[in-house]
């Protein structure tokens, strides 16, 4: 058929083209040459002509990174070529003795290198078949890895389709190309942040984040997290190979991939080490974490001479960077009692800035380790700061202690409620075994009002210390008793924040099954591993029977988890806790997904910034959505309201200088209507 329709597909791949093309200029090149609004409109453009024409959608569309709903699994794949490790080392030294292995080797031969950032992230080998990406894996164990392909298409800086941008060179009909995915760092940070502020345990640090996001079975939680990656070498290629690791390199960004800036080509070994100097002095104004540099042999033909072991090739090292140290003096350690009891020394040092950061805690995690490395009270200590957040101490400066230096003890006793400690049960780690400690009766507690959890607000720490010391609180149920007039005689709460707070609590009964089980804090069960279970067993009381071989049944459940679930559930004091839940009025059931909302938001765009009082991104999101809206993430002509809260920026002045309409939390909740949170 002729006429419109035909019309419709060439806008359509017009439009395909065109968005590709910015989006390598801005994510790949990172040299946009239009506006954000400009963008918007085209993708726009195409999203509304692929909602009109569904049969217009292509795989390979820019709309369509984020495709479907969540895996169950990731299949696994056999690599082609296995992704080999890197032999690596701390000297230069040894970075000559490198060179010497490689010259006796090869004989007498021109040699260069190539000096380039070992990105510290985890690898990926992408494979584009007639220029399309067809699948993308971890490396696993070297030989087989895990197909992530749904959630890698999510990365921005990845194109979904190759382009040649060299006049001649075309783009093979099979391509697989290796790289590293990574968080950036200003990105990590701001997660972190995000996390401390609702509560959660913040990622030890950016590679871990990112490792996580890749497990992620929803691509939609992917795309949230924001990574990218840099990708470093050609696996294999139904065209000729090239000359020259440089040669591929190059190849590899004129296809439209993203190679990373700070590669350089050096005439020689000494060359290539002082790349790692200038590296290494650069390395905190990278926007990635680096931790250490690769060299390799240029030439590619030399590079096959050379072979490799099984394990690494010996035609690169990896020259690592020494992590940042410093030394400070160990003021005291004392020891903390968890949610499930087990006690944790810290180290309160003098404080000391060490990898940009004044650091004045340090973690010792147990008694075995403060004894293997014989720390003592009054040390003069070296800590260090990786990539890591938090700094660890790796050395105590012996000829520096103090003839008054006192080697640590475990206390027989909690240091809280005093009853006699017990080992836990990896034989290391010791825990207050009373359930009943008002440690880890507050910790507990604490946990089970986070926002992830039965997000009740208004209960602050300070308060859950008083209420729990007075025996006002001896569990979780006992929240579920408190009384406004009762509240209201404490210090420094009034009428309004104790019956703010009793109506939290009330309205947290109907939170629901998923929520519960992560508040109870049961070891090993975070977010993820509540929503898999109360998916899977629907009710407390289905899960409370399920057996060991039906738990550890559930996709993605692990040992860890199916013990601890089985241990919880046994105790008695546990069936007494869900008795009063119970009593209490709570949902032990799993929330139905909900009758759906009116859509009273459709062709609204919002874009959210800056933070809300009482709202997380993710679930202002989900409101807008849940009612028809879209959430975009750049003010445009089209954006109808821009929500700002707290520390709102640039989109916000942009916002107003379009004269777009402006939103607080409160004007968010009154457009949501009747049930805002439903
Ligand atoms: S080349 C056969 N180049 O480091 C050698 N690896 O410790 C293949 N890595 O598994 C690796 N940046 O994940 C290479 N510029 C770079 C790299 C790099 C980071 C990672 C890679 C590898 C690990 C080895």
Redesign the pocket.
């Known amino acids: 058929m002729k006429g419109p329709a035909d019309a419709l597909v060439t806008r359509a791949e017009h439009l395909r083209r065109t968005i590709r093309k910015h989006e390598h200029l801005y994510y790949v090149l990172l040299e946009p040459e239009i506006s954000d609004q400009k963008f918007d409109a085209l993708d726009r453009e195409l999203r509304d002509l692929e909602a009109a024409h569904p049969e217009l959608i292509t795989h390979d569309s820019p709309t369509q990174r984020v495709g479907g709903g969540p895996l169950t699994e990731f299949p696994p794949v056999a690599h082609a070529a296995p992704?080999?490790?890197?032999d690596?080392t701390y000297s230069e030294d040894e970075v000559r003795d490198f060179e010497a292995r490689v010259r006796r080797q090869l004989g007498e031969t021109p040699l260069s290198y190539v000096a380039?950032?070992?990105?510290?992230?985890?690898?990926l080998s992408v494979t584009y078949e007639n220029a399309i990406l067809t699948r993308a894996v971890t490396?696993g164990d070297g030989k087989i890895g895990d197909d992530v392909t749904v959630n890698a298409r999510t990365i921005r800086s990845l194109p979904l389709a190759l382009a040649s941008s060299r006049p001649g060179l075309k783009v093979p009909s099979l391509i697989e190309v290796?790289g590293?995915v990574y968080l950036p760092r200003s990105v990590f940070a701001r997660a972190n942040d995000e996390r401390t502020r609702n509560g959660e345990e913040p990622f030890v640090n950016a590679r871990n984040a990112a490792s996580g996001a890749m497990k992620q079975l929803d691509p939609r939680q992917v795309a949230e997290r924001g990574l990218e990656l840099?990708l470093?070498?050609v696996a294999r290629s139904s065209e000729p190979e090239a000359r020259s690791h440089s040669d591929a390199l190059r190849l590899i960004g004129d296809l439209g991939l993203r190679t990373?800036p700070e590669i350089k080509a050096c005439a020689s070994i000494e060359e290539a080490l002082a790349h790692c100097a200038a590296l290494r002095l650069k390395r905190d104004a990278l926007d990635y974490d680096i931790d250490g540099v690769?060299i390799?042999v240029d030439s590619l033909s030399l590079q096959r001479e050379l072979g490799?072991t099984s394990k690494?090739?010996r035609w690169?090292i990896?020259y690592k960077f020494p992590a940042e140290r410093a030394a400070t003096r160990l003021v005291n350690i004392d020891v903390q009692v968890g949610r499930t009891g087990k006690l944790t020394p810290v180290a309160h040092l003098e404080p000391v800035f060490v990898a940009g950061t004044t650091v004045s805690r340090a973690t010792l995690h147990n008694a075995e380790e403060i004894a293997r490395k014989d720390i003592r009270v009054g040390d003069t200590v070296v800590v260090e700061r990786g990539g890591d957040v938090i700094p660890k101490i790796v050395e105590v400066a012996l000829g520096l202690r103090p003839p008054s230096a006192k080697p640590f003890m475990m206390p027989a006793a909690c240091p809280v409620c005093l009853t006699h400690v017990a080992a836990m049960d990896d034989e290391v780690d010791l825990r207050c075994p009373n359930a009943s400690c008002p440690a880890q009766i507050e910790e507990r507690i604490k946990h089970f009002a986070r926002r992830q959890a039965m997000d009740i607000e208004g209960l602050g720490d300070k308060l859950v210390a008083l209420l729990v010391s007075d025996g006002t609180l001896r569990n979780i149920a006992d929240l579920y008793t408190l009384e406004v007039d009762v509240l209201a005689q404490l210090e420094r709460m009034g009428e309004k924040s104790a019956a703010n707070l009793v109506a939290s609590i009330e309205k947290s009964r109907g939170a629901g099954l998923q929520r519960l089980l992560f508040g109870l804090g049961i070891r090993f069960v975070g977010e993820r591993a509540a929503e898999l279970l109360s998916r899977r067993f629907g009710s407390i009381d289905a899960l409370s029977q399920a057996t060991a071989e039906e738990i550890d049944a559930v996709p993605e459940i692990g040992q860890a988890v199916v013990a601890s679930v089985r241990e919880w559930f046994t105790a008695s004091q546990n069936q007494d806790l869900i008795d009063h839940l119970k009593r209490a009025g709570l949902q032990l059931k799993t929330l139905s997904a909900g009758p759906a909302q009116p859509r009273t938001l459709e062709g609204l765009q919002f874009v959210l910034t800056g933070v809300l009082p009482s709202m997380d991104r993710n679930e202002a999101k989900r409101l807008i959505e849940g009612r028809g809206g879209r959430v975009t993430s750049a003010v445009s002509s089209k954006t109808s309201y821009i929500v700002a809260g707290d520390d709102a920026g640039s989109k916000l002045e942009k916002a107003r200088t379009l004269g777009i309409k402006v939103l607080d939390e409160a004007g968010l909740v009154g457009l949501l209507g009747e049930n805002p949170r439903a």
């Open positions: 992704m080999l490790s890197l690596n380039e950032p070992k990105i510290d992230g985890l690898s490396r290796r590293e840099f470093y070498s990373n690769v390799k490799a690494f090739p690169a990896a």
